[in-house]
């Protein structure tokens, strides 16, 4: 709300409400991140000049290191999620609070405990949490857009799994393309049943599969997901 509310006089409210859903998504991925000890100390030091050691330190004490490193993130990456966003050095206090998860946004009181942390919840979380609450219900009737739950996304991988199986065993990575992947559960659980039907697959490996699985859909923010 207090980053929705701001009128810098350069964004119109759609544009603005573009924003603020592209920081909150990459926050929540940034948390994801961190829990998992993806992007941990050494990661944020050698990707920046500051000695801090958490993502929300970096971008209390210095917003503009803390943007350096999401451009690394997203080279690393390769997926266009961490784009730049203004709203990380306008906002850094009211964002890096969001980090550390020690603030109520609803009381404005805080914290002396986060109340989630990403390493006991899986990535795909973070699609749903998209499709049910930061889209309206007006955007996704003008999309055509339907939240998928995980259950019925393994449903529909299952009963294809036997014939892409049969590539797999002959040593083949069948290519799949999804023409209206929304924020990509379908392409998510595929990979993850392909991944486990490998054998001790490589880092390597993981990303040639990856290229694999195609997806297009008209809501761009749901493709960055």
């Known amino acids: 709300r207090i980053l929705l509310h701001e009128d810098d006089g350069t964004t119109s409210p759609q544009e603005r409400k573009e924003q603020v859903h592209d920081v909150l998504l990459q926050a929540m991925f940034l948390l994801y991140l961190e829990d998992r000890g993806i992007v941990g100390a ?44 203004a709203l990380w050095t306008r906002h850094a206090n009211t964002l890096a609070d969001f980090l550390e998860g020690t603030r109520n946004f609803g009381s404005g009181q805080g914290r002396l405990l986060r109340i989630y942390h990403f390493n006991h919840i899986p990535v795909e979380l973070l699609s749903e949490v998209y499709d049910r609450f930061l889209e309206s219900e007006d955007d996704k009737k003008a999309h055509g857009a339907y939240y998928t739950p995980r259950r019925l996304a ?72």
């Open 42 to 85: 050494k990661y944020i030091r050698a990707h920046s000049n500051s000695q801090a050691d958490t993502l929300h330190s970096l971008l209390r004490h210095n917003p503009e290191d803390f943007c350096r490193l999401l451009r690394s993130l997203d080279r690393d990456c390769n997926g266009g999620l961490f784009a730049d966003n």
């Open 154 to 225: 393994a449903l529909v991988v299952e009963q294809v799994w036997e014939a892409l199986r049969s590539h797999l065993d002959a040593g083949r990575l069948p290519r799949v393309l999804d023409p209206a992947c929304g924020s990509g559960i379908f392409l998510a659980t595929l990979f993850q049943r392909m991944a486990g039907h490998l054998h001790a697959p490589s880092w390597e490996d993981l990303k040639h599969l990856a290229t694999c699985l195609h997806g297009l859909d008209i809501n761009h923010t749901a493709i960055r997901i």
